[in-house]
Structure formats: structure tokens, C-alpha cells
């Protein structure tokens, strides 16, 4: 079994840059496909990255891309989502998410295991 513990959340102006990381226990991290959702108030949660768990393939949200990296390394049983170029709309309680395969998918019904998350604010 994984727990997951995410930080680095807080309060960004627009156009700034946070760096999330979800640090996991157990032995068997590597064999894990990591991700990362949000959440909004008032809003379902949705998909925002993902890696499989060799690292070798991604998949973000198409209003993501060029702006978010999801980096892993499993040496350190850490998974990040560095967040570039904020913008209100990112505002959002973030989890990161655990999966027993390979594919990094964006269903989140699919995943094992969640962190608590941690809170992301954007102002304008």
C-alpha cells in the first residue's frame, strides 16, 4: 500500500510559479503510474498530469501544456507538478494520485491511492 503527502501549495499572483510535491511511502513507488488532479469549488475533479512509472511517457491537460512538467524520481519516491505561468483559473485543492500500471491515465476512478491535497490560490 502507497500514502502519499503532498505540499508546496499557497497563494501566487498571476503569472507566477509554485512547485507541488507528493512524497510516497512504501517499497514498490517505482511500479506505480503517478498523476495529479484538482479540484474547484463547485467543480468536479479533473485531470491535470500524469507519468507512467518508468518516466518515460506524460500526458497532461491541453491548458496545461507548456506550462506544467509532472517530474519524477523514484530514488526519492517523489512525484512533482512544477507550475508555471499561473493563471486564476488554476485555482484549486490539488491532489496527487497513486496507480498500480504502467499508462499514466486520466481517469481518476482508475487510480489506488490519493493524498490529502494541498491548496493552490492564483490571484488576478
Known amino acids: 500500500q502507497v500514502q502519499l503527502v503532498e505540499s508546496g501549495g499557497g497563494l501566487v499572483q498571476a503569472g507566477g510559479s509554485l512547485r507541488l510535491s507528493c512524497v510516497a511511502s512504501?517499497?514498490?513507488?517505482?511500479?506505480?503510474?503517478m498523476g495529479w488532479f484538482r479540484q474547484a469549488p463547485g467543480k468536479e475533479r479533473e485531470f491535470v498530469a500524469a507519468?507512467?512509472?518508468?518516466?518515460?511517457?506524460?500526458n497532461h491537460l491541453d491548458s496545461v501544456k507548456g506550462r506544467f512538467t509532472i517530474p519524477r524520481d523514484n530514488a526519492k519516491n517523489t512525484v512533482h507538478l512544477q507550475m508555471n505561468t499561473l493563471k486564476p483559473e488554476d485555482t484549486a485543492v490539488y491532489y496527487c494520485?497513486?496507480?498500480?500500471?504502467?499508462?499514466?491515465?486520466?481517469?481518476?476512478?482508475?487510480?489506488?491511492?490519493w493524498g490529502q491535497g494541498t491548496q493552490v490560490t492564483v490571484s488576478s
Open positions: 512504501g517499497r514498490t513507488f517505482s511500479s506505480y503510474a
Open positions: 507519468i507512467s512509472r518508468n518516466g518515460f511517457m506524460t
Open positions: 494520485a497513486a496507480r498500480n500500471g504502467v499508462v499514466p491515465i486520466t481517469d481518476n476512478d482508475k487510480y489506488d491511492y
